[in-house]
């Protein structure tokens, strides 16, 4: 079997054209402009390259682009000054921390000082508390672009079987809860698990959220099943000349595709789902503050 590519970057386009038309009309109808604003502490290089896309992505979309750039050493009481501050600016609406943040900052203290409304990446214990609850949260980006992914490829997920692999905040058990939502037969794989092997061979849905490239074989996969790869790891390509890199998933691409019904590719998978889903979140953030209808 070849499989079905599913193209993210196009799906990503499609969610970004949908929440610029609610942002036109946001405008047009209400006045309101939302607006998101970017936290960075530090020069972390992949941080600043994310930062800058967010924001680029942001402003084209129709919305306002608030970034903050903050000194490595920035102190905790001054960190948590400006999300005081950016709480309570009803020009903003979404609030996003970049993480990791240095050493020195306490991330949950961090994270759990933003206003869980202004929190659009769904990091905030309530958040994290509604969404496992099944309550109305504002649901974390990279996960939510996956369960989007699956929906528009499988329409219903029910009953299915499900193995996410890897189990972090921000990616394994947010994905494990919104799949659960969703009525499938969830398993949570991780470093300690035994047999991974056995385990993915029985799911008719695979997420890898690892950070380890192209661990997942093809012949872990059942035969027609769906992949999501999370993981984006830079690899040497001696190929492409030297000193050079190339992007790579979780998930042996070639081989899993000769298997899997549906895969998506690193890049142009996952990644660029997670900014729209970003966006997306910022403009239903500004209708709930609003008390306006939500985009769906
Ligand atoms: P973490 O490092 O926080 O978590 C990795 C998870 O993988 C852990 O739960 C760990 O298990 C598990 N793991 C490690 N080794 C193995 C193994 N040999 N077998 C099974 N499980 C294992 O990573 P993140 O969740 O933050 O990110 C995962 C990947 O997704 C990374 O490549 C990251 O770059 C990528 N990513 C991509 C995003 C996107 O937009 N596309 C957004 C966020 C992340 P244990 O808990 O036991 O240690």
């Not at 202004?118 to 980006?141: A, E, R, W, Y």
Request: proline share 5%; charged share 20%; glycine share 10%.
């Amino acid at each position: 079997m070849t499989a079905t590519i599913i193209d993210g970057k196009a799906f990503a386009g499609t969610v970004r054209e949908k929440v610029a038309g609610h942002v036109a009309r946001l405008k047009e109808e209400h006045g309101i402009t939302p607006g998101l604003a970017v936290v960075l502490v530090g020069e972390d290089p992949a941080s600043q390259v994310y930062v800058r896309s967010k924001g680029k992505q942001t402003v084209e979309v129709g919305m306002n682009s608030y970034e903050h750039k903050l000194d490595a050493d920035t102190s905790e009481a001054d960190l948590l000054a400006l999300i005081d501050q950016l709480n309570n600016d009803p020009a903003v609406h979404g609030i996003l921390v970049q993480l990791p943040l240095p050493k020195h900052l306490n991330e949950d203290l961090v994270i759990n000082s933003i206003d869980p409304a202004k929190d659009v990446d769904g990091f905030h214990i309530s958040n994290v508390g509604l969404l496992g609850t099944g309550q109305k949260s504002m649901v974390p980006c990279t996960p939510l672009g996956c369960l989007m992914m699956l929906r528009d490829h499988h329409g219903s997920l029910s009953g299915m079987d499900a193995v996410v692999i890897g189990r972090s905040n921000i990616v394994g058990k947010p994905m494990a809860q919104l799949l659960l939502g969703d009525s499938c037969t969830v398993t949570i794989a991780h470093s300690r698990t035994k047999d991974l092997a056995d385990v993915v061979r029985r799911a008719d849905i695979v997420v890898a959220a690892v950070g380890r490239p192209e661990m997942v074989p093809g012949d872990w996969i059942k035969e027609g099943a769906t992949v999501i790869d999370v993981g984006i790891n830079r690899i040497d390509a001696p190929e492409k000349g030297e000193g050079k890199t190339r992007l790579v998933g979780d998930c042996h691409f070639d081989s899993c595709a000769e298997r899997a019904g549906a895969i998506t590719p690193v890049p142009g998978g996952v990644g660029p789902m997670t900014i729209a889903c970003l966006l997306a979140n910022t403009v239903t953030a500004c209708c709930r503050a609003n008390g306006l209808a939500e985009p769906e």
